[in-house]
């Protein structure tokens, strides 16, 4: 891989490691008796060692200039190698919280293993570390496909993908130190923010450069998802990452906002998190693989087009429904619930466009669990974002606001379609990248289908159950005009649904255990492709398809 | 900066003009999808991506 | 073939240029009104701020994560206001960099818990809840009472919270470290200052029970009993609001 790289590419690199080492040096040695300290040997240590291999390879020849021919992969590979690493370690500390909400005393006497520090290491461990992976790793791989270019260098993919695990890794070793913002999925401290800031910049101008050299006029709309990805994360993580150091060599900051205004802001950000990275960036990964897999073009690209706007324009409204009934003005809380149940509508758009580009392909969804992750994805999709505007509604949201209701419509959202449809794009991809003839065992990605879905299925009701009682036990009265409940009897009567939450969380995490091995025994042992014709996946069924017109 | 502005001022014109805003932007993008002279171009796009050679465009 | 590429170009910047005029649009209206909303905040000129030990035992509050299951936002609703008091004014979160609204309930709202157990209570409950809670799944806090607090840099902890605007004075900047140990060791000299600085109503006790010591159980403590207790804007305020 190393070899793959141009001599001054190597130096580049070797440049950037030095600067990191130097940085990291810098904050562990004056940092010393803070927290940063312990960062700074971190960055040190990372830098150090990715160096190494480098130095060995600097003299290697220059690569062919066959590279031209094709595609620049190497990024995404590694991307999705570690998509399944963090899969499998997001999702642990996932199944352990949820024991630990079962039985508290399941962990270690260490501050770091207690729930209140790993519970973002499961949230940030999932959507960034599971999420954020795969979607840097499929976008290198759709914008080179749908451009027909190459991307414009072979140094900056390899800086995105390994700065952003660097942040990754900073946020999440962080919080078990007990460093952390408190801000929900906003948690890392403001160095952290400060180098994803970087990152961030690195990946959008490799985008633009690489959509700039495009031989296509148009830019497909698996794109526009990504880019808006891109753009808005940038807005809303610098937005609400702004903050003042205690000092320079201090890993503590206080947000600048405060109260309302911090609050709002949060959710301002927190909700659009969800939007355009959970919805935007997987929506692209949608647009991309669901109709490659089917061996269908897109049912409307216009509705895809209309959609994109309404989703970019709306989502940005609703931040608001997450405080209801709270000290925000009453009137951005009905802003935010109108624009909620305005949503639906590009939502379900974009759930329909999916499911009808599926119409003509049933017997394909049928047979090949990886065209059937990214169908139960769009269903989830549509289900989750119909629940949401419920929920948004301020006498719903009065009951469901606070209660495991809220988990599970996450969940419903997070296992069900972002974990779903990522899933599928990657056992769609893995063969092409690894140039195999398909994945080891097509039986274990069946496997993994079904464990997902059951435990997706377990984990939604049982926490709906426990969301609505919660949410009952908390308002109801006597006949005399009391409360009937305490709290603490709504704390026992949760036990049996986070018994069942565990298990079906569990279930989920063998699945993608199963997906680790099958990632595994693909590439060490699976048959390579025989002929270059199985590299253009489903080719036969396409040349027809191809020529149906959708509208 | 923004202190000289009285509150209820910032509330109207952010309920007015975001209204307003709503309505063109919609307007804009609904007219874009479906002007006719593009539907050439869109349909093409959703097709282009199935037919995957394997290599960059030289 | 250079203008080919120019026109290519232009469309992806035109492309950008769009997405942020969508997605601005929507963060500006929410949040720019909120930036004059000082015009319609209750009023509460008593309002007092959190003394450094205080605002240790705050940022404890955040290290553990206890955000994650207590919320500090009593909703305008009949249940709420009944189970957990007063509904939470927005002034009682101005000085809260960051607020800690919370947003899911596995434990009681503690928005105005300040007072409504003793401080041995707390440290128990702390130490292991199962000991005062025998069904409690809330998670035991050993270590707070060995780890010895930081003090170091609480001038500087107060000053950065000055600049994001938190009237601290200069005074109160420099005595940061003494103050907090004196808050939590009443008999030591350094207890004086405490409340010429921070009023008359400070708490000033051994809240973890070790004298001679300042531990960060002794801040925790010290922020959960003031809890609510920043303002009386909340017993004042008569005009109720149509609860549901
Ligand atoms: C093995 C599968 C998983 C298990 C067992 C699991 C379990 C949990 C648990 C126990 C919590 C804490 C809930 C609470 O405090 O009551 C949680 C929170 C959360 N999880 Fe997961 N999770 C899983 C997968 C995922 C995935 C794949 C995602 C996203 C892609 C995700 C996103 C979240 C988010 C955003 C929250 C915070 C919810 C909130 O604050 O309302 N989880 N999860």
Known sequence: MISNLTTGERRGALLILLVMTLVGLFFAAAGRGDPIAVHGALIMVAAIALAFPIMARLYDPEPPAERFDTYYDDPSKVGIILTFVWAAFAMFVGDWVAWLLVEPTWTTSGAWSSFGRIRPVHTTGVIFGFGGNGLIATSFYVMQRTSRVRLPDQLSPWFVLIGYNLFCVLAVTGYMLGITQSKEYAEPEWYADLWLVIVWVVYFILYMRTLARREEPHIYVANWYYMAFILVVAMLHIVNNLAVPVSFLSAKSFSLFSGVQDALTEWWYGHNAVAFFLTAGFLGMMYYYLPIRAGRPIFSYRMSIISFWGITFMYMWVGSHHLHHTALPQWVQTLGMTFSLVLIVPSWASAANALLTLNGAWHKVRDDATLRFMMIAAVFYGLTTFEGSFMAIRSVNALSHYTDWTVGHVHAGALGWVAMITFGALYASIPWLWKRERMYSPALVEVHFWLALSGTAIYVFALWNAGIIQGLMWRTYTENGNLAYTFLDSVVAMRPYYIARAIGGLLFLLGALAGCLNLYLTIRYAAPATDTASLKPLRDELNDAATLPAE | MMMDFSHETVVWAAKTFGLIYLVIFSMAVVAYAFWPSRQKEFHDASAAILKQEDRPWR | ?244
Not at chain 3, 202 to 231: C, K, W
Request: glycine share 8%; hydrophobic share 40%; charged share 25%.
């Open chain 3, 1 to 244: 073939m250079f203008k080919l590429h120019y026109r290519l170009e232009r469309r992806a910047i035109g492309m950008t240029l769009g997405i942020i005029a969508a997605a601005s649009i929507g963060g500006f209206v929410e949040i720019a009104p909120l930036f004059t909303i000082h015009q319609t905040v209750e009023a509460a000129p008593d309002m007092r701020v959190y003394t450094p030990l205080e605002l240790a035992g705050r940022n404890i509050y955040i290290r553990e994560g206890c955000y994650a299951c207590h919320s500090q936002m009593i909703r305008t609703l009949r249940d709420e206001v009944e189970r957990y008091g007063h509904y939470s004014l927005a002034v009682e979160s101005k000085y809260d960099h960051p607020m800690l609204w919370g947003s899911k309930r596995t434990g009681p709202d503690i928005a105005r818990l300040g007072g409504k157990y003793s401080d041995e209570w707390h440290v128990r409950h702390l130490l292991n809840p199962r000991d005062v809670v025998p069904v409690s799944i809330m998670p035991a806090y050993g270590w707070l009472m060995e780890n010895d607090l930081r003090t170091d840099d609480l001038s500087d902890q107060l000053t950065a919270q000055r600049v994001v605007g938190v009237p601290y004075t200069p005074d109160m900047i420099r005595n940061a470290a003494d103050d907090a140990y004196g808050q939590a060791n009443p008999d030591s000299s350094r207890a004086k200052g405490v409340k010429t600085r921070y009023g008359e109503e400070t708490n000033i006790r051994s809240f973890a029970g070790a004298p001679g010591r300042l531990t960060e159980m002794d801040a925790l403590v010290a922020y959960l009993q003031i809890l609510g207790h920043l303002t009386d804007a909340a017993s004042r305020d008569t005009v109720a609001k149509d609860l549901e």
